[in-house]
């Protein structure tokens, strides 16, 4: 698994960690733990309905920060459930951008066992770093 949760990091809070061989695979991982957060089970999850996402930021670490809020956005405005299906992400550049392709479906009760309700991703703590083999970040989601 690409992502590993840290149960003694936070109290009130969920923290995980996220890894991954590029920055788009860590993206990607990053995604797919805030979403588990809240909800038990990712294959229930249908890719019936997308959002493109097209961001900019200075900061790379900002950029994911960015990135995990559009989540937490697209389930609070449009009870919609997302994951990312394709993602650019360019680094290098000022400012860091990213392009990619949610998909998912309108949340479903009686489908989607739900966990926890996810307010807001939180900057304490915030990292995001590459290492020598592979990208690496350290969240804490605001329950």
């Not at 809070?13 to 920055?23: C, K, N, R, T, V």
């Not at 309905?49 to 900061?59: D, G, Q, S, T």
């Not at 479906?105 to 915030?126: G, N």
Request: glycine share 2%.
């Amino acid at each position: 698994m690409p992502y590993l949760f840290l149960e003694d990091s936070a109290t009130a809070d969920i923290a995980f960690e996220a890894e991954g061989a590029s920055l788009e695979a860590l993206f990607r991982s990053a995604a797919d733990a805030t979403m588990n957060v809240m909800i038990e089970k990712l294959e229930s999850i249908r890719p019936e309905a997308r959002r493109r996402v097209r961001l900019e930021n200075p900061e790379l670490d900002l950029l994911l920060f960015d990135f995990l809020q559009e989540f937490l956005y697209f389930k609070d405005a449009e009870q919609l459930l997302l994951r990312p299906v394709e993602l650019r992400i360019d680094g290098e550049s000022s400012p860091c951008r990213l392009e990619g392709m949610l998909a998912g479906e309108r949340l479903d009760p009686s489908r989607h066992e739900q966990r926890v309700d996810v307010k807001a991703v939180t900057l304490h703590q915030f990292r995001l770093e590459q290492r020598p083999d592979r990208w690496w970040a350290h969240v804490i989601l605001d329950i």
